[in-house]
Nanobody, 126 residues
């Protein structure tokens, strides 16, 4: 089992920045590929970005590419999502997710992930 806890959400003005953190406990964090997703009211959960277990590979949705950056610190069992140039349409609950992986693969589909955090709210005002 892996437990994931997100933090760092909040209210920010358009154009501002936030950094989300996702702390993992349980088994060896470095064995897990990680992803970030978001879900706005009455919308489906949306892929934001993902990082492979060793951080060799990252991948982003077109809507955040160039503005958001994923990183991970395996020594701290934490993955980060740096969000810059935020827009009102980025408003959502942000979730981190984990799945065991033996490669540099990144995963973009929610169903490919085994573990999920409880989410953290990000609100961007115009």
């Amino acid at each position: 089992q892996v437990q994931l806890v997100e933090s760092g959400g909040g209210l920010v003005q358009a154009g501002g920045s936030l950094r989300l953190s996702c702390a993992a406990s349980g088994r060896t964090f470095s064995r897990y590929a990680m992803g970030w997703f978001r879900q706005a009211p009455v919308k489906e959960r949306e892929f934001v970005g993902a990082v492979s277990r060793s951080a060799i590979s990252t991948y982003y949705s077109d809507s955040v590419k160039g503005r958001f950056t994923i990183s991970r610190d395996n020594a701290k069992n934490t993955v980060y999502l740096q969000m810059n140039s935020l827009k009102p349409e980025d408003t959502a609950v942000y979730y981190c997710a984990a799945r065991e992986s033996d490669s540099a693969t990144v995963y973009t589909l929610p169903r490919r992930y085994e573990y999920w955090g409880q989410g953290t709210q990000v609100t961007v005002s115009s």
